[in-house]
């Protein structure tokens, strides 16, 4: 859910400053596909938002790390979801992000 509610979060960031008609003819969306590779469930969460800059990737599974204004985000949730994935359910959580083009972020968990 965490993973969503920032694909959400980044699609509004990215209509901040944009006209009806700019929104209309560059539409947010965010695709969900799930798959079974190699023995492990797959699951992608990708939006066409802003997409992240080299500082904000390297940064962006630190626990207390967030981009979000004060009083929006606590920087708990990607290092929270991490570390269910890959502690609890022995998985993978993963990101692909092309500034400009958006962010997709991959759960792998075996199984």
Request: charged share 20%.
């Amino acid at each position: 859910m965490n993973l969503l509610a920032n694909a959400i979060d980044a699609l509004e960031k990215s209509n901040q400053g944009c006209s009806f008609e700019e929104i209309k003819a560059n539409y947010n969306s965010i695709t969900i596909t799930t798959s079974l590779e190699n023995n492990l469930v797959k699951i992608a969460i990708a939006d066409n938002g802003q997409g992240m800059r080299e500082q904000v990737k390297s940064k962006i599974f630190d626990h207390l790390f967030t981009t979000k204004a004060v009083g929006k985000g606590t920087g708990l949730g990607l290092a929270i979801a991490r570390q269910i994935v890959e502690e609890t359910h022995g998985g993978k959580l993963s990101f692909n992000s092309v500034l400009g083009e958006g962010t997709e972020f991959i759960i792998e968990i075996p199984v």
